[in-house]
């Protein structure tokens, strides 16, 4: 554990000037000094709190859908012929032994109640579920 350092491996660390080290080392300043300090306007130090996030503006969502696994063709061409171009994705998961499917869209906050809409339209039955910000990663 204990180590032997030889003088080659020290590190020579250079030594402030001799005006320096004495201004660190005094407990006070020449009175003409404070003066001069107390004139020359201070740098403006902005306050970062750590404590509070920053609120990040979020653009993106993901919507959940539950449709019966017959209808997720239907459901795929309502979302592709209506609302293709505000969907940015669209994940689809079999559950139940496949008798529903699990759909998942990536789209904007301004397009949420177009797509519910069209959806709803053509869907009745489908299921919607949470409407949560897509994190970033």
């Known amino acids: ?32 000094k404070q003066q001069a300090m107390r004139q020359e306007p201070s740098a403006r130090v902005t306050h970062i709190s750590y404590r509070n996030k920053p609120k990040a503006i979020q653009n993106d969502f993901i919507m959940r859908i539950t ?25 689809v998961k079999p559950v139940d032994h496949a008798t529903k499917m699990k759909v998942w869209l990536c789209l904007s906050k301004n397009s949420v109640d177009t797509i519910i809409r069209n959806v709803m339209r053509s869907l009745p039955q489908a299921e919607f579920g949470r409407i949560t910000p897509l994190l970033p990663v």
Request: overall charge negative; aromatic content about 8%.
């Open 1 to 32: 554990m204990n180590q032997n350092i030889s003088r080659s491996s020290v590190i020579p660390f250079p030594f402030p000037p001799d005006e320096f080290s004495a201004e660190l080392q005094s407990p006070g300043c020449a009175p003409a």
């Open 67 to 91: 449709v019966d696994a017959a209808s997720v063709t239907e459901l795929r061409h309502v979302i592709v012929g209506t609302c293709g171009e505000l969907v940015s994705y669209m994940r």
